[in-house]
T-cell receptor, first 115, second 111 residues
Framework: EAQVTQNPRYLITVTGKKLTVTCSQNMNHEYMSWYRQDPGLGLRQIYYSMNVEVTDKGDVPEGYKVSRKEKRNFPLILESPSPNQTSLYFC??????????????FGPGTRLTVL | QKEVEQNSGPLSVPEGAIASLNCTYSDRGSQSFFWYRQYSGKSPELIMSIYSNGDKEDGRFTAQLNKASQYVSLLIRDSQPSDSATYLCAVPNQAGTALIFGKGTTLSVSS
């Protein structure tokens, strides 16, 4: 089944404890992206990747890191989480690099709480 | 930075009625428009895309685009309780590297 998977789905952690949220897609997609979704603010892009070893900042990259060592995986790293990173996180992928005409497929989401 | 505006709702319609969801966008140069549906606690999923002025129909869904007025709308005919969700309007950013999402309109269909 074609899908985007994320793990963990739920995570409660404490300030400053490094964590990684994994994202994997099995559709051989070029493009992958991370969004966060907050009430009243909607979906905002954190980072994106157009290809292996090619990543770039989105609109809200502060406090996050990513890597794209393999085409299928795009982990999101929070080196020192803070309470303002409490959010619902979505990974997304699409076949083509440009998003003008392509469908983005979203993972199931990771609900993160930082105490 | 492009902006996408949607009425947050909630929009309440009875079962069988037509639900009309609207979206306005700031960049007159935008060429592509997407409607995503998001059930509570779930991820967004694409339901319609539209690139040309006019209407595009897919089953009970019709997307309407008016570039001169910079708005795009989604009509849902014969609304069902299962259509109750938040509908997100999105346009690509200028670089084509991301989708800019509106905050979404919550639709509630009562049986």
């Amino acid at each position: 089944e074609a899908q985007v998977t994320q793990n963990p789905r739920y995570l409660i952690t404490v300030t400053g404890k490094k964590l990684t949220v994994t994202c994997s897609q099995n559709m051989n997609h070029e493009y992958m992206s991370w969004y966060r979704q907050d009430p009243g603010l909607g979906l905002r892009q954190i980072y994106y990747s157009m290809n292996v070893e090619v990543t770039d900042k989105g609109d809200v990259p502060e406090g996050y890191k990513v890597s794209r060592k393999e085409k299928r995986n795009f982990p999101l790293i929070l080196e020192s989480p803070s309470p303002n990173q409490t959010s619902l996180y979505f990974c997304a992928s699409s076949l083509r690099r440009r998003q003008d005409t392509d469908t983005q497929y979203f993972g199931p989401g990771t609900r993160l709480t930082v105490l | 930075q492009k902006e996408v505006e949607q009425n947050s709702g909630p929009l309440s319609v009875p079962e069988g009625a037509i639900a009309s969801l609207n979206c306005t966008y700031s960049d007159r140069g935008s060429q592509s428009f997407f409607w995503y549906r998001q059930y509570s606690g779930k991820s967004p999923e694409l339901i319609m895309s539209i690139y040309s002025n006019g209407d595009k129909e897919d089953g009970r869904f019709t997307a309407q685009l008016n570039k001169a007025s910079q708005y795009v709308s989604l009509l849902i005919r014969d609304s069902q309780p299962s259509d109750s969700a938040t509908y997100l309007c999105a346009v690509p950013n200028q670089a084509g590297t991301a989708l800019i999402f509106g905050k979404g309109t919550t639709l509630s269909v009562s049986s």
